[in-house]
């Protein structure tokens, strides 16, 4: 490694909660904190060195406005000093905010930096930042009548990707009942336990533990789900038990130039190898991982078949489904531990969840490389390798 090599040195996420669950009664800021503190706890980090916070986070309305992340280092109770800013790039935001981290420490800008991001889900709902009804439709019309919309629709464009590669419904509910049953492993097995952060709650008790789990999801009980977005009558597939879960959570990454990691002792997890981004077709929206991962196998040089372990966020089945089909990747080194299906997708944080859980998941297996990508709103996508250190 160079000495300005940006490199991961310590990752942490809380439990998942579900939508109205065990969450519900945190405010943001205080699990955005919460994550800031464990991270500086674990890796014996004097809070005042981090050069800068960049937090994720989709709907900033409400208690979720005024510069998440710089008032979360204030709640954890983090010097004055240590400035923080909030990004959304939608459901890549805290993957994107890896990204300009990365960037930060390659360019000399920083020597230490926290990349990470939050979202509640349910305190502020999905689409709160478009419920003033004078705002109308935040699209102009140049831009809609380009693509010949009345709008964009996220499910809408999972059932066009259904329909272009062919996955059928069953096929569909077959991914989601794995992803449910690689959870549930993967928290019998404890490989999860030592990413989480245990989170206090008001009444006194806490989670420990991703809640969005629903053991004994089968193709059977999937099937009496009805459809959400085209009636199944007329060749819809999507419905809510074959996509993302709506939630709450936070995660953090602390990150270094290698340089600086010798200089304070700390022993770097993975090497941001290499981060790139993509865009595609607005309207379908969610097939950019594709070309995002084309892009980094080229400029990373590394092969499809040498990267150990797929991290493609399951927004709906079809994304991560469509994204095999497509590069002929190894179907048994994708999102391994479960993913978004039986996880859970708060928006801002999943990124970071992510890559929390594929670090630690390449360090406990010895997997040298990591990819990792994700569709995003606007029809883009992130993708980043990692390389074990």
Not at 361 to 382: F, H, P, S, V
Request: proline share 5%; aromatic share 4%; hydrophobic share 40%.
């Amino acid at each position: 490694m160079s000495d300005r090599d940006a490199v991961i040195v310590e990752a942490v996420r809380t439990p998942v909660g579900r939508r109205k669950g065990s969450l519900a009664g945190v405010h943001p800021v205080n699990l955005s904190a919460l994550v800031l503190q464990e991270l500086a706890r674990r890796a014996d980090l004097d809070p005042g060195l981090v050069d800068d916070v960049i937090w994720g986070c989709v709907s900033q309305v409400g208690e979720q406005t005024a510069n998440i992340g710089r008032n979360a280092v204030l709640t954890a109770g983090w010097p004055e000093s240590v400035p923080g800013t909030t990004i959304d790039r939608q459901c890549g935001s805290s993957q994107q905010s890896v990204h300009f981290a990365a960037a930060g420490l390659i360019s000399g800008a920083y020597d230490v930096v926290v990349a990470g991001g939050v979202e509640s889900m349910t305190r502020i709902p999905m689409f709160s930042t478009m419920k003033d009804k004078e705002l109308g439709n935040p699209n102009p019309p140049e831009l809609l009548e380009r693509y010949d919309v009345k709008g964009f629709n996220q499910g809408i464009g999972a059932e066009m990707m259904a329909q272009r590669w062919q996955l059928s419904r069953q096929a569909q509910d077959e991914f989601a009942a794995a992803s449910h049953a690689k959870l549930a492993d993967a928290i019998d097995g404890g490989r999860l336990a030592g990413q989480y952060v245990e989170v206090p709650l008001p009444d006194g008790g806490s989670l420990s533990v991703d809640e969005g789990l629903r053991r004994g999801t089968s193709v059977e009980s999937l099937a009496e789900l009805k459809t959400v977005f085209t009636p199944e009558e007329e060749g819809g597939t999507v419905h809510a038990g074959n996509a993302s879960q709506i939630s709450d959570g936070s995660a953090a990454l602390l990150m270094m130039t290698s340089a600086k990691a010798k200089e304070l002792g700390r022993t770097p997890i993975a090497r941001f190898h290499t981060g790139v981004l993509a865009g595609d077709d607005p309207v379908m929206m969610l097939s950019a991982p594709i070309p995002a991962t084309a892009k980094l196998l080229q400029r990373s040089g590394v092969g499809l078949d040498e990267i150990g372990i797929y991290e493609v966020n399951e927004a709906f089945a079809p994304v991560p489904m469509a994204w095999l089909a497509e590069t002929g990747a190894d179907p048994a080194r994708l999102n391994p531990n479960g993913g978004a299906i039986a996880i859970g997708h708060p928006l801002g944080a999943s990124g970071a969840r992510i890559m929390t859980q594929l670090v630690h998941q390449m360090r406990d297996t010895g997997t040298r490389y990591g990819l990792q990508t994700m569709c995003e709103g606007g029809g883009m996508a992130n993708a980043t390798l990692l390389e074990l250190v």
